[in-house]
Every structure is written in structure tokens, then in C-alpha cells.
């Protein structure tokens, strides 16, 4: 058990539906990253949050949104969604948000599908 | 930019024998490297990282992984393989003060009893 806890673990949609993908990080851990998971396009960065301010952006889309509340967890919002969107997003969190050496740790996944 | 190349999609080892899987990086500057193994519908565990130092960095499992500078690779190896190992294995590297952890888009290991 890595300590980061996503919820919900499965979710089935339909297009154009907007759904919210929760993860909580490791107890003292500031910063946390979200990935999407698909076969074709393995496992892309989308964006890193530290200590509620966003640090980096990757390849996410305009339809999806992220936020990094005080408490520390944090959001992904997708919406508009289309049947490419279905994939693995995983969260993952570490102490250090600057670039440093710290391992990320993962949690288990969302896993979404969109008919 | 920084960007990971697995260049085997697919490593086949029989058990007991060496296990071997490659990773080349490139990045501005020095990397710190990291790999991670990922089982059937679970999250990515961390093995091992290299951030400086001795070249030959052990991790969990077994697992040790050979960082070589002038042929800018990670290759994370096992001396005796087990059918517990058949998993999906990642490098990933990032640059010194780069948030982003970029991966490499993995590689399926299948050690056959």
C-alpha cells in the first residue's frame, strides 16, 4: 500500500459527461501529479500540484481541469468527454515538488470508461 | 525535453535465468533515473533510483539497475529471475529541477516457468 488514495476505482460514462476523479496523498506529502494511462499513448504527465499552486503542466487538455485543495487532496475534473478519454488516471504524490530526487508514490488508479 | 526509450516492447526470460531490461534517456543536464514495475490493474511501485554516486544502484526485489553516463542508459537487471517478476516495468528520468517525471512507455516482462 503506497498511502495515495483514489476514489473512485472504476467509473463508466457516456460521452459528453463530466466526471471528478479524487486523490488523497501520502500523509506529509505536499505535491501531487496526475497521469493518464492508455495503451496507445502509455503513461503521460498531465499536471503536478504543490502545497495548492500548480508547478508544472503536461499534456493535458483544455476539457480537463485540476485543482490541490488546503487539506492537500486533490481533483481532476474531465469534461465534454469522448470515448478516447477512456483510460487509466493515476495520482501520485511526493514530499518534494521542486524537482528534486524524491520517488513519486502512485496509488491505484481510476480506471474510466467512457461509452 | 526529456524522454525515456524502452526499446523492447516485450522481455522473455526463463526462470532462474538473468533478467535484463533496457532504458536510454536523454535530458539537459544530470538526470535522476528511476524505475518502477506495475502488476495486472495495480499502481506503479517504485524499485529503484539513481541520483548520484556509484553507478550500481540496488533496489527492491532483487533488483539493481547500472547507470552509465556515456551511453546515457539505466538498465535495471536481476541475476535469477522469478515467474513473480512477470510484470510491466517503466523507466523514467528527470532532470535536475524539472518537476516533470517522464516515462518511458514500458516494457512487459514475462518470465516463463
Known amino acids: 500500500d503506497s498511502g495515495v488514495t483514489q476514489t473512485p476505482k472504476h467509473l463508466i460514462t457516456a460521452t459528453g459527461q463530466r466526471v471528478t476523479l479524487r486523490c488523497s496523498p501520502r500523509s506529509g506529502d505536499l505535491s501531487v501529479y496526475w497521469y493518464q494511462q492508455s495503451l496507445d499513448q502509455g503513461l503521460q504527465f498531465l499536471i503536478q500540484y504543490y502545497n495548492g499552486e500548480e508547478r508544472a503542466k503536461g499534456n493535458i487538455l483544455e476539457r480537463f481541469s485540476a485543482q490541490q485543495f488546503p487539506d492537500l487532496h486533490s481533483e481532476l475534473n474531465l469534461s465534454s468527454l469522448e470515448l478516447g478519454d477512456s483510460a487509466l488516471y493515476f495520482c501520485a504524490s511526493s514530499v518534494d515538488g521542486t524537482g528534486g530526487a524524491g520517488e513519486l508514490f502512485f496509488g491505484e488508479g481510476s480506471r474510466l470508461t467512457v461509452l | ?113
Request: aromatic share 14%; hydrophobic share 35%.
Open chain 2, 1 to 113: 525535453a526529456q524522454s525515456v526509450a524502452q526499446p523492447e516492447d516485450q522481455v522473455n526470460v526463463a526462470e532462474g535465468n538473468p533478467l535484463t531490461v533496457k532504458c536510454t534517456y536523454s535530458v539537459s543536464g544530470n538526470p535522476y533515473l528511476f524505475w518502477y514495475v506495475q502488476y495486472p490493474n495495480r499502481g506503479l511501485q517504485f524499485l529503484l533510483k539513481y541520483i548520484t554516486g556509484d553507478n550500481l544502484v540496488k533496489g527492491s526485489y532483487g533488483f539493481e539497475a547500472e547507470f552509465n553516463k556515456s551511453q546515457t542508459s539505466f538498465h535495471l537487471k536481476k541475476p535469477s529471475a522469478l515467474v513473480s517478476d512477470s510484470a510491466l516495468y517503466f523507466c523514467a528520468v528527470r532532470a535536475y529541477g524539472n518537476n516533470r517525471l517522464a516515462f518511458g512507455k514500458g516494457n512487459q516482462v514475462v518470465v516463463i516457468p
